[in-house]
């Protein structure tokens, strides 16, 4: 195995974080709100907690009625906390307004993610992908993943030894965020999943036993255990602005995290249906065409549903799935491609007309006003077709 590159920026933003904690600074913090954002938050908050520190917000934006990235309602609920350090994870690298902004409201940013660069970069103080020019590490780190290397960092500025039952406890999220988040599991992403397994039932975490625990779950193997609780971190339930996987994995009492953990099996069962319903919607939609995309949206389908059901039917079709929610003048959807086929690179062409966009070739998202959509489509078909 290659000897792991240092990470670009990784040391800078530790030693602005030992700063900031020394300086007992306002530190707030942005997350993606699936498993990876969620874990990856986790990491940071309870790693400043080791130094006496803490983090005074954390904001995850609705993916039913937020969508992805950094955007204006969490801007406004950090409002109050400026001057501060604003670090974002797992989402940031394509949100060139809202960064501008947050610089102008008084924040200096740092964005910890791992998505694809685009035709800019941010203007954050701060940068840590390692997609970046001039990052020579391994380049397929979940956040969490990154989250775990900068936590160890940040132990390291401060000249002190990770303990040991931090270290396996940050280790159990990051190899179930990786896992969640379908980075290849080479390299780098193998240590970190097959070290973290071997600790995630016997966590310490009474969320991650009462997953283990579930009723439901008896009989299947290690792995199928741990994609089955991925799929039930991911179920959409928010309280008080933080999805369920935050309020288990940091929940104190077993028997509350027992009820959650209930709660969430139950929910998982209802998304399934709601999974099959939009497939069946497309599958009827797309029934008399044969285009080398499949791209459809409609006013019913939940936003936070339309990854895993472009999942399938590119799993399917073997063809890039392009599914969408349509909204009163923008719609936002989510895209799935088969290996070969880079979604960012095809929208990249079309960035303009489009309001945000980003993720990772085989993953990705998009927002765009609706009477663009006819031509984004015009302009995928073409892309696609040379393909
Ligand atoms: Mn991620």
């Known amino acids: 195995m290659s000897k792991t590159k240092e990470i670009k920026n990784l040391r800078k933003a530790a030693e602005r974080i030992k700063k900031a904690i020394e300086n007992k600074e306002n530190i707030v913090v942005y ?16 790693t400043l907690k080791n130094f006496g520190a803490d983090v005074k917000a954390i904001y995850f934006p609705d993916r039913e009625k937020e969508g992805y990235g950094i955007n204006k309602n969490g801007l406004n609920f950090f409002k109050k906390y400026a001057p501060a350090l604003f670090v974002a994870f797992d989402c940031g690298i394509g949100n060139f307004k809202e960064i501008k902004q947050a610089k102008k409201m008084g924040f200096e940013v740092i964005i910890v993610d791992h998505h694809e660069i ?9 940068i840590v992908d390692p997609k970046q020019k001039g990052d020579r590490s391994f380049k397929y780190y979940a956040a969490a993943g990154l989250s775990l290397k900068l936590s160890e960092e940040i132990f390291k500025v401060f000249r002190k030894k990770m303990p040991e039952s931090i270290r396996q406890n940050f280790l159990e999220l990051s190899a179930m965020a990786t896992i969640a988040d379908m980075m290849p599991q080479e390299d780098e992403n193998k240590k970190i999943i097959n070290e973290g397994i071997k600790y995630l039932e016997k966590s310490w975490r009474p969320g991650i036993q009462a997953l283990f625990e579930l009723e439901e779950l008896r009989g299947l193997n290690l792995f199928q255990k741990i994609y089955k609780i991925n799929s039930l971190l991911n179920v959409r339930d928010v309280e008080n602005g933080l ?10 009492s077993k ?9 969430l099996y139950n929910k998982g069962e209802e998304r399934k249906e709601k999974i099959e ?21 409609s006013n019913d389908w939940d936003l936070s549903l339309l990854g895993i059901s472009a999942s399938y ?12 929610k349509k909204g009163k003048s ?11 086929f880079n979604s960012v690179e095809a929208m990249k062409e079309f960035s303009k007309k489009l309001l945000t ?6 993953a990705s998202g998009f927002r765009i006003k609706n009477k663009n959509i006819e031509d984004f489509k015009k302009h995928l078909l073409k892309y696609f077709d040379k393909k």
Not at 255 to 263: D, G
Not at 278 to 283: L, Q, T
Not at 288 to 295: A, L, S, T, V
């Open 31 to 46: 997350g993606d709100a699936d498993l990876d954002g969620v874990s990856s938050v986790i990491i940071f908050k309870e």
């Open 118 to 126: 685009l035709d800019e970069i941010p203007v954050a103080d701060i």
């Open 243 to 252: 999805p369920a996987a935050y309020r288990i994995l940091t929940c104190l």
């Open 255 to 263: 028997e509350e995290a027992k009820i959650l953990a209930k709660k």
């Open 277 to 297: 319903e939009i497939i069946n919607d497309v599958e009827k939609k797309i029934l008399n065409k044969n285009e080398p995309i499949i791209f459809e949206g």
């Open 313 to 324: 039917l590119c799993a399917k079709y073997k063809k890039p799935v392009f599914l969408f």
């Open 330 to 340: 923008e719609s936002q959807g989510g895209v799935r491609t088969p290996k070969g």
């Open 357 to 362: 966009y980003g993720g990772h070739p085989q």
